[in-house]
């Protein structure tokens, strides 16, 4: 496993984490899931482009 591979399963892990469903962050909205959500396709793209 490469540095990208693991870098993106812990943001996966943390965007199911900030989801608005769990009773800890419900008062949060979907800021924090809209944010990971940005920075996960970030980074797909640049391992697409071969960036990463």
Avoid: N
């Amino acid at each position: 496993m490469g540095l990208s591979t693991i870098l993106i399963i812990i943001l996966i892990l943390l965007l199911i984490g900030a989801l608005p469903t769990w009773g800890y962050s419900r008062a949060w909205g979907y800021g924090p899931t809209g944010i990971l959500g940005v920075i996960l396709v970030i980074i797909i793209i640049l391992m697409l482009m071969r960036v990463i």
